[in-house]
């Protein structure tokens, strides 16, 4: 197993893009990331394309020829993979492995989602949860996530304020981010008072329904030095674990178990300790997810995430920023694709050139992310290294 | 890269089963699996699971974690592949690469498809063709093989007849495997007088739909010879190969381009020429593409293939025997389990425990599984080595 190193990265904007087709998205994300790998892309020799359902939202399956085909490069194998919301973090983990295993030197990973087109987004996202014990019940997941909420409320004594900081930290970050689907702030009381939609969460502890696309291409060290431009990127970590799919058959629903998994492998694969992160990218589907999140990957102790995120801990200047993309939340969520906009953003991150949502002094970077109710979970690590 | 091994093999009967639901028929496959390669299982440290559309077909997406989670194997990672029909293949290929590159000691590669629980199953099936160029204006796959088809008829006198050979051979085999749908022998004038479908195919030309699932286990050697009791299966080739989406991008609609591609990375990994195959299983979909299938792997000269089925050679006994487990015409076709299934056929023959369909002195095995029109492939060569 050899090094595995990002050499190139590019997304759409993220938002409703009616004037595009997941192929048009695809393509525009995928050119972009070999635009940025320069010269690099001549040896292309693989892709991975993530997506959660495109068959249910716009009756497409098949995506990786299709995706192959339109961006110029059969007969290249290509293969979607789909791991519900994290297919994104998967397309980059299988895509490591080929690299680092030696059967290739530069790899396309790219996730793709076109939900704006009609589908009934909800109906279709409540097939990442059990269709039979939970969504066909009635249980969205705007609902299950809220009883992750509410147990953690009662267990931790987490406040509704907590939860909504959460909400204003991203769009703070998103603001300042032009890929972004909402780049505004809001205020805590804008989340208290935004319409109800599973109690206790309200329309702003959620993230959106979002059209959008993000490709990243991974490479060897030699093909990584050949290409040049950028400081080197290298993944230090990729990792991957389960959990049950059902929300009841855990025992304990604040607990994201494939997430606690998942990082303990990232950062013995890193040789790192989680306050080594300089910044992170992880998966906000709903404001009580990062706060799950923060402590399923060891940021802190459970239950405490809420104070530090009321303490603005996380925010970009904090002790440990998360999201400088502005997350989920704000940045937009094409779910296939979140998981590959989170390498995207780190990269930018470790590069040096995230503007101004820039993180000082980052060089070590994690990416988490999740399908379902965290049934599953990858984490990456990114290092700068030069 | 190390060598791979095929340590177990499982699969549940094909057919309407509509007593058992998607996740019942994963693991009543992974079990037998896991069973037949002894206490390797215990080892198992990764999945992947090829489904082409559950989301069209059940409502279920996100079934990685779900079936690991039924299979009782959480937190172990598992990823859903999907490349169409051939979406099967494609997670041999990918467990594979893990096995090979030294990830993974055992990995479980399955597949599964449950499509007769009530959805449109031709238009979910036509989700593989390009929706927007191809399936919105009305062609679905019996349409789109019935063009292959008349094609290579006008070019090189292939005649219905010979077609209809193919259906009447692979039935013959399909009596023979007790895990068939349709165990039963036609005859020529049946496929002849059958309803007809897409002018030149009729229903007899056409498999089934069919729900089912099959499972394999890979290790590497260490492990396949601490397994011990089965003949040792290496996997001698595994590739893949993208072509284009749609069959109007072709420059010649007769030839399967992907299929070409695939087998000639297959061969060159194992060292071998298509001569050398004892027995192969093919993706015949349609009887046409048995034949088109034939030429592109190289087992005959463009346009011979009509008239080498006419004369038994592709029978069991016959000098290339091709699909002696009934394929996917008398077999059944769950189509992202199809690839996973030809493995079982062949490492049954390679250890010589087919029963009345086994094929003689069978040491080299082919399985070649396509999606759409032959837009994505997978080709795998296994060698009976003990």
């Not at 050499?7 to 995928?30: C, N, P, Y």
């Not at 959990?243 to 606690?260: C, F, K, P, Q, Y």
């Not at 998981?339 to 590069?351: D, F, K, T, Y």
Request: proline share 4%; hydrophobic share 40%.
């Amino acid at each position: 197993m050899r090094d595995v190193y990002v050499i190139g990265v590019g997304m759409t904007r993220f938002g409703e893009l009616w004037e595009s087709s997941l192929r048009d998205l695809f393509v525009e994300a995928a050119l972009a990331a070999l635009d940025d790998a320069g010269n690099a892309g001549e040896h292309l020799s693989s892709m991975y394309v993530g997506c959660m359902s495109s068959g249910l939202f716009v009756g497409q399956e098949h995506i990786g020829p299709q995706l192959a085909d339109y961006l110029g490069r059969i007969p290249i194998p290509a293969t979607r993979v789909e791991t519900a919301c994290a297919s994104g973090g998967a397309a980059v983990l299988h895509a490591c492995l080929e690299v680092a295993a030696g059967v290739s030197e530069v790899v396309l990973a790219g996730g793709v989602e076109k939900m704006t087109d009609g589908a009934d987004v909800t109906s279709a996202l409540a097939t990442a949860a059990d269709q039979e014990y939970e969504a066909y019940h009635g249980v969205t997941f705007p609902g299950l996530y809220a009883l992750m909420a509410r147990a953690h409320m009662h267990r931790y004594g987490t406040t509704r304020e907590q939860l909504a900081r959460v909400a204003v930290k991203n769009h703070k970050h998103g603001a300042l981010n032009p890929k972004a689907q909402y780049p505004f702030e809001i205020t805590v009381e804008q989340v208290l008072n935004s319409s109800r939609v599973a109690d206790p969460l309200r329309l702003l502890d959620c993230s959106p329904v979002t059209d959008g696309a993000a490709a990243v291409i991974l490479a060897s060290e030699e093909a990584a030095r050949r290409a040049g431009s950028h400081p080197l990127i290298r993944v230090a970590a990729s990792a991957q674990a389960t959990g049950t799919i059902a929300l009841h058959s855990r025992a304990d629903i604040t607990r994201l178990d494939a997430v606690e998994q998942a990082a303990k492998e990232a950062y013995r694969q890193a040789g790192i300790t989680p306050d080594k992160v300089d910044v992170s990218e992880v998966h906000d589907c709903f404001t009580i997810a990062e706060l799950c999140v923060m402590e399923a990957l060891g940021y802190t102790e459970a239950g405490k995430s809420g104070p530090l995120a009321e303490a603005g801990e996380t925010n970009i200047g904090g002790r440990m920023p998360i999201n400088p993309s502005g997350g989920l939340k704000a940045k937009g969520h094409p779910v296939g694709a979140s998981g590959a906009a989170q390498i995207v953003e780190l990269v930018h991150q470790l590069r040096g050139e995230a503007d101004g949502r820039q993180v000082e002094n980052a060089r070590i970077g994690l990416a988490q992310s999740m399908g379902g109710t965290g049934a599953s979970c990858t984490v990456h690590i990114l290092e700068g290294v030069s």
